[in-house]
């Protein structure tokens, strides 16, 4: 609503009136308080004569020439009463947290002038949109309106005589670019120049998509990155591994298409070569692509091979970074991979250990903690490579279940029991052996008020 220089009546004097005061003086309208009583904000407004000040009690009579009016006072019967007076003059009335008498809502804002984003629950939850509203506002960059403003000037002169996808994919291009640059901090004559140079340089290239490499994180879906979301909803292909679970899949764009492309137990060999030729030919074809792994793409995930297949036939890309399973599946363990006292070193390696024969390693075994992968069904011959290495049998070790999941397990027990441990794991939730001094500290470490399940191996 527009309510430039028409007046508004706000009923109240207290911080919930002045909150509503000082969104009324970013649209420039002309209020009135009544009030008997006001805060030093709007104390402050009234002396600055952006207010003027009804110093009395609401009178029916104050509400002859108001567009708009705000019940925002401590005294329930009294606001019913402003609404019941509005009604009867129909003039929209909102009562402050009582949706059962408001004839308009005032959503949260985000406001990045230009750009503003508005954030309502219908006025059911007033305090769920402000909550929200805090989400968004740190996602987006403070000074993002000067990339708006900036975009507006050039949206003319930017793509003239290109055709309307030219165009729009160009721009889309440009303004996921302004995000990744943060040209927000920019000052606005050098953020011009950043995007003319841009949208100059995407125009001399060929018309072929991009693939974007995201590691998807252990599972939880709030441990997914900013900018893996990102780039998730603007995917028109999602290119998934079979552990990433489904709250994940659904934070991408609603009509992009999902290929399940991930690996299982008597897979042949060509599944990564149907992986490569997918990634290829939709990129090629014009699609942004994203090949969504779990975990982090470059720990155990074939991510650089993936690269390799890419740069090899000229396809643009992007690597996002994820949460790998070690990090993620420690810290949700309360487990500390490295320790002042205990841990120096840490080593990730998969449950295909290599032999001590080949490693050629003597470095002392105290101090250092393993995070095995896939080590599952490997157990014993993690076990027997560790115990050769070196490792006492009395090692500590701890077998994360479904890490950072709502139905995580944490077994502890020793190196010499990995196998019994191993046993425990009866479905296909991921599981990562931790093994080290480090392990011991899991139970006393464990989250206060978020305990995993945790139990002590045979």
């Keep these: 609503m527009d309510l430039r220089d028409k007046p508004v009546l706000v009923v109240g004097g207290g911080k919930v009136a002045a909150r509503k005061v000082r969104a009324l003086l970013k649209a420039e309208a002309a209020i009135t308080v009544v009030a008997p009583e006001l805060d030093k904000s709007l104390q402050a407004a009234h002396a600055s004569g952006q207010v003027e000040w009804q110093k009395q009690s609401f009178d029916e009579s104050q509400l002859a020439n108001a567009w708009l009016v705000f019940a925002a006072t401590d005294d329930a019967a009294l606001n019913q009463a402003v609404f019941r007076a509005g009604e009867t003059r129909r003039i929209p009335v909102n009562v402050v947290d009582d949706g059962e008498h408001c004839r308009f809502i005032s959503p949260a804002v985000i406001d990045r002038h230009p750009i503003q984003v508005a954030v309502?629950?219908?006025?059911?939850?007033?305090?769920?949109?402000?909550?929200?509203?805090?989400?968004?506002?740190?996602?987006?960059?403070?000074?993002?309106?000067?990339?708006?403003?900036?975009?507006?000037?050039?949206?003319?002169?930017?793509?003239?005589?290109?055709?309307?996808?030219?165009?729009?994919?160009?721009?889309?291009?440009?303004?996921?670019?302004?995000?990744?640059?943060?040209?927000?901090?920019?000052?606005?004559?050098?953020?011009?120049?950043?995007?003319?140079?841009?949208?100059?340089?995407?125009?001399?290239?060929?018309?072929?998509?991009?693939?974007?490499?995201?590691?998807?994180?252990?599972?939880?879906?709030?441990?997914?990155?900013?900018?893996?979301?990102?780039?998730?909803?603007?995917?028109?292909?999602?290119?998934?591994?079979?552990?990433?679970?489904?709250?994940?899949?659904?934070?991408?764009?609603?009509?992009?298409?999902?290929?399940?492309?991930?690996?299982?137990?008597?897979?042949?060999?060509?599944?990564?070569?149907?992986?490569?030729?997918?990634?290829?030919?939709?990129?090629?074809?014009?699609?942004?692509?994203?090949?969504?792994?779990?975990?982090?793409?470059?720990?155990?995930?074939?991510?650089?091979?993936?690269?390799?297949?890419?740069?090899?036939?000229?396809?643009?890309?992007?690597?996002?970074?994820?949460?790998?399973?070690?990090?993620?599946?420690?810290a949700y363990a309360g487990i500390p991979l490295t320790h002042r006292d205990l841990a120096h070193e840490v080593t990730f390696t998969t449950g295909h250990l290599a032999s001590p024969e080949t490693t050629g390693d003597s470095r002392p075994i105290a101090g250092r903690t393993r995070a095995v992968y896939m080590g599952v069904k490997q157990a014993p011959v993690v076990r027997d490579n560790l115990l050769a290495e070196g490792y006492p049998p009395s090692t500590p070790a701890a077998l994360v279940i479904?890490?950072?999941?709502?139905?995580?397990?944490?077994?502890?027990?020793?190196?010499?029991?990995?196998?019994?441990?191993?046993?425990?794991?009866?479905?296909?939730?991921?599981?990562?052996?931790?093994?080290?001094e480090v392990a011991s500290l899991g139970e006393q470490l464990a989250w206060f008020g978020r305990q995993p399940a945790l139990e002590v191996a045979a």
């Excluded at 994180?217 to 552990?243: F, K, N, S």
């Excluded at 139905?407 to 080290?436: C, E, S, Y």
């Design 402 to 436: 479904g890490g950072t999941m709502d139905g995580q397990r944490v077994l502890f027990g020793r190196l010499a029991n990995l196998p019994a441990m191993a046993a425990k794991v009866t479905d296909r939730a991921p599981a990562l052996f931790i093994i080290g």
């Design 120 to 330: 309502s629950t219908g006025g059911g939850s007033p305090m769920m949109a402000r909550a929200v509203r805090g989400w968004i506002e740190r996602i987006l960059p403070q000074g993002l309106g000067k990339v708006a403003e900036a975009a507006s000037r050039l949206r003319k002169t930017l793509g003239a005589g290109q055709s309307m996808k030219q165009r729009r994919d160009r721009w889309s291009f440009l303004l996921d670019r302004s995000r990744s640059v943060s040209w927000s901090l920019q000052e606005p004559a050098a953020i011009e120049r950043s995007m003319t140079t841009e949208f100059k340089r995407r125009a001399a290239q060929s018309t072929q998509g991009r693939v974007y490499l995201v590691g998807a994180g252990p599972g939880r879906p709030e441990l997914l990155t900013l900018r893996a979301l990102e780039v998730m909803q603007q995917a028109d292909v999602i290119l998934h591994d079979r552990l990433v679970p489904e709250a994940i899949l659904d934070s991408a764009r609603r009509d992009a298409d999902r290929i399940d492309v991930g690996k299982r137990a008597g897979d042949q060999p060509g599944q990564q070569s149907r992986i490569f030729h997918l990634m290829v030919e939709l990129a090629q074809a014009g699609k942004t692509v994203v090949r969504l792994k779990g975990g982090d793409a470059f720990v155990f995930g074939r991510g650089g091979e993936e690269l390799q297949h890419l740069r090899a036939h000229g396809v643009e890309y992007e690597v996002v970074p994820g949460i790998t399973a070690a990090l993620g599946c420690a």
